[in-house]
């Protein structure tokens, strides 16, 4: 019995290969693949989860850029995976050095390409141009990477009996690699760095391990080392950063703007900007803005803030307050001015920082750095008043608002006491799914629910709601007369049996808030322009 086409026979190389392709691999040839293997698992968790720091300030960290960027990701690797399988077999000439070399450049152009395809994206709207955009950036890159798994387990494997023992200890490793990354990533590095930074730095290190694998395949394998196609790649990979991320961040002094504290947390990325023109400081946390400030008097400038400072109006003798999302910490200081105490749940911990040092937050609590429904579980204390104000993005934390969430502040309040929530949406008919949906879900948890918004007639509002176990009676002393008027004046009708009750088995709020997610971008640009949402 003859030997088959493609096995090794002494002194004779298999089809598609040389003799040299197959001599026998010891334990450093071996960690050397393994290792590779890790690396470029660690490198695909890691690009996706940079993306949504690339596109998420422009198209907004929502349910959409994450579907978009998962999407793209298992598309491109199975693609990576199909051809990495075939040119393996193949073409000789293409090694494992020379896929790393080219997928380190690709991620090395994604900081120099992400404005620009955003801007020719942007006309698509924002599912179709999340998606387009993570394609684009993104795509290339990975089915690199995919590529490299394939080409490990050719190479690692001696013989038909080993095939799906290797196959098995490459995608192991490959998956201890991207959790690894994720942790790295997630943990320690965007804490620390920035996601240009990560970015380039995940260049370099596949063109450093690219470049010890061209010096593998010539030792042990005779391949040829190709010094000017290295030195022209790595040249042209070195001009075009500096000259394209040099001016790309001489190109962040924004006209009109100016940013005096950024920040990049495992949340976001958090900025304080100032537009002197204006008067107006920002506080933006990715495609967000969650605080505004009058420079001159350091008044809070959004609108809904006047309406939640009410708040004291339901229960005048109310002395304690929680506040989950500090943002700027402007409903703090209207608090102070009645007497309040308010202890405030703020989950990144550089929006914290930013409130503290660079608008005209008074704290008069504690502040707790930690997710709300986390933080609320350990609280030992009951309050008069809680204010639910966690809008960010377009869209409200979708787990800070199910029936769950609300029966866990329910027991954070004191007999009596007053909760308001505020959520931004469609105030005509046929766009209040998303606020009635999460009128009828507190109207399962409280019996006593009124409805506010913060500017009557618009169409597109802060709607506020007031909800206790006890009826909500204004007080109408001669003192407060003129504040009830003008609160009754903004006082809706917002029918809860209409919607959808929110749980956390059944969540269908971020999807219902596509339409609000669109709209409140365009306002965003409007607002403050497209430059400024650009990493």
Known sequence: MSPSKDSPIPGKPAAGGSAADHRPLNAADRGLFYFTASVTGATVMMIELLGTRIIGPFYGVSMI??????????????????????????????RLSHILLFTGVLIAVIPLLSKPVQLATDGLGLRWGALSSALILFAPC?????????????????????????????????????????????????PIFGTVSIVLSLSVLLLILALALATYEKLRLGARLSLPLWVAVVAALVAGVVFGVGGRAGARDYPGSIVVFEQETPYGWVR????????????MSGGSTIGAEDLASGRGLFDYLQVAGLLPLFNVDGKSALLV??????????????????????????????????????????????????Q?????????????????????????????????????????????????????????????????????VFPHRRSFVSEPGETFNDFLFF????????????????????????EVVVEGGKGRLITDDFNPLETLNIRKAE?????????????????
């Open 142 to 190: 990975l089915i690199g990477l995919g590529m490299v798994g394939p080409y490990v387990i050719k190479i690692t494997t001696r013989g038909i009996e080993r095939a799906g023992r290797t196959a098995g200890t490459v995608y192991a490793i490959s998956t201890l690699g991207s959790v690894f990354g994720t942790i790295l990533l997630g943990f320690y590095l965007l």
């Open 65 to 94: 850029v994450w579907s978009s960027l998962l999407s793209t990701a298992l598309f491109a690797l199975s693609i990576g995976y199909l051809l990495g399988g075939r040119l393996a077999d193949t073409e000789p000439r293409l």
């Open 376 to 444: 609320i579980r350990k609280i030992d204390r009951q309050y008069d008043f809680i204010i639910h104000d966690t809008f960010t993005g377009g869209s409200e934390p979708i787990h800070l608002m199910s029936r769950e969430m609300f029966i866990q502040l329910k027991a954070r309040l004191k007999p009596g006491g007053v909760m308001v929530l505020n959520m931004v949406g469609f105030n005509i008919d046929g766009g209040r799914q998303p606020v009635e949906a999460v009128a009828r879900t507190l109207d399962s």
């Open 467 to 490: 909800v206790s176990d006890e009826p909500l009676v204004l007080d109408k002393s001669p003192r407060f007369r003129e504040a009830v008027d003008w609160l009754l004046e903004r």
């Open 272 to 283: 304080v900007v100032d537009q002197p023109e204006l008067g107006v400081r920002w506080l």
């Open 519 to 535: 709209t409140y971008r365009q306002l965003l640009i409007d607002r403050i322009g497209r430059d400024l949402l650009f990493h």
């Open 325 to 374: 999302g500090l943002g700027a910490g402007h409903l703090v200081n209207l608090y102070n001015r009645s007497g309040i105490v308010t202890d405030s749940i703020e989950i990144d911990p550089a929006v914290a920082h930013a409130a503290n040092h660079y608008f005209s937050f008074e704290g008069s609590g504690e502040v707790w750095v930690a997710d709300a429904r986390y």
